[in-house]
């Protein structure tokens, strides 16, 4: 389990890295120019800061070290799949094509994420029915998310042009903080190649989602 976990690590960082490289700020670019970065540079700094304030963490790891905050990581992955859901719906505002890009690289990086927090709930006590439980009633806060971006379409219409490059830097983020340092916990040379292989993987379904 845990090799096809740190395969579908390697994979999501790729697809991350393509989204937000490939599609969302080239989109972003070609309507604001490039004041994009900033808020780009925002999202990265502001997912940040939600990460340090609410121990935001992808835990893929039995020995990971918050494993006795099991509510307070629900918490933090009920708002992670809010925003993702918020992200979603953004991007189909935007484009089906962003749409498409966006959903793809989301789900790939869920994934092994919540493979890793089912298995954070189990270890820190809970039973594996209720780990279930809690763990698809965090993941049905992406459908408030899209809902919410939905409905609020017509208000947020000028805001989602802002928030693509801010979602961008905010999956960035999660790539190269949450993501890439887990790579790095299996070095041997098998391991770095399938992981290498995974993450051009990504890249390339991206990149075959742009044309």
Known sequence: MKKLIFALIGFAT???????LLHMLPEAIEGLGPSSFHYTVLGII???VMEKFLYWRHCHDMECSIHSFVYLNLFGDGLHNLIDGLIIAASF?????LGVAATLAVILHEIPQELGD???LI???LGKSRALLLNLVSALTAVLGALIAYYTAFYIHEAVLYLIPFAAGGLIY????DLMPELHKRNSPRDALTQLIMVIAGLSVMLLLKH
């Open 118 to 120: 089912f298995g954070v």
């Open 14 to 20: 790729g697809t991350l890295i393509g989204v937000s």
């Open 93 to 97: 505002l935007h484009s089906s094509e």
């Open 174 to 177: 999660i790539a190269a903080v």
């Open 123 to 125: 270890y820190g006590g």
């Open 46 to 48: 502001s997912f940040f």
